[in-house]
Structure formats: C-alpha cells, structure tokens
C-alpha cells in the first residue's frame, strides 16, 4: 500500500485547510485509514480516524473543527480542518491499517501545517 498525502500549507489562526490521502497498491483489505500530527519538540498524535464502514473517532482537540471522510471510488480520504489554531501547527502523516491474515500497518509522507496567530 502507498499512501500520497497533500494538502498542506500556510493558513491563519481560524482558517480552514483540506488535507488529502490517496491510497494505491493493495488496498482491498485495508480497514481503517487515519491521520497523525506530530508538532515540533513534541511525540506524534492521533488527529482523526475513519473505519472501512465509516465509523470515525478524533482526538478531543480536533473534535467539532475537523472531519475525516473518505471517497471509497478513489481509495481517498480527506481531513477537513476549519478553525485552525496555531497549535495546530505540525507534520500531518496519514496513515492505513490492512488486515490480510495478519495486520499491516502503513504510513505516509507527512505534509506540512502551518498556521499563523
């Protein structure tokens, strides 16, 4: 599984960005997809996760400002971020969980965050 993520830049405090994940390879048993942020000087976090069925679950600094969806027909999931903050600032990585028999987990290359107070 290869995981393309984009989306990133520059963004003032209380504006909106859109992060997109594409997932290509064998991608028929993936069962959840997700995205990640780790900021500067701190451990990476778990921003928002979306299962095969579409059940999601987000951190609680995320929730009510971010929503994860995804567009099965592209094999692509999105992170919509409205009202950023500036410690929202980070490296966001996307992330695909497969079950094949045993579980497989994948990352992608993070896109940077960048919100201005």
């Known amino acids: 599984v290869q995981l393309q993520a984009s989306g990133g830049g520059l963004v003032q405090a209380g504006g909106s960005l859109r992060l997109s994940c594409a997932a290509s390879g064998s991608i028929f048993s993936i069962n959840r997809m997700g995205w990640y942020r780790q900021a500067p000087g701190k451990e990476r976090e778990l921003v928002a996760t979306i299962t095969h069925g579409g059940s999601t679950n987000y951190a609680g600094s995320v929730k009510g400002r971010f929503t994860i969806s995804r567009d099965g027909p592209k094999n692509t999931v999105y992170l919509h971020m409205n009202s950023l903050k500036p410690e929202g600032t980070a490296v966001y990585c996307c992330?695909?969980?497969?079950?094949?028999?045993?579980?497989?987990?994948?990352w992608g290359q993070g896109t940077l965050v960048t919100v201005s107070s």
């Open positions: 992330k695909a969980d497969r079950v094949d028999g045993s579980w497989f987990t994948y």
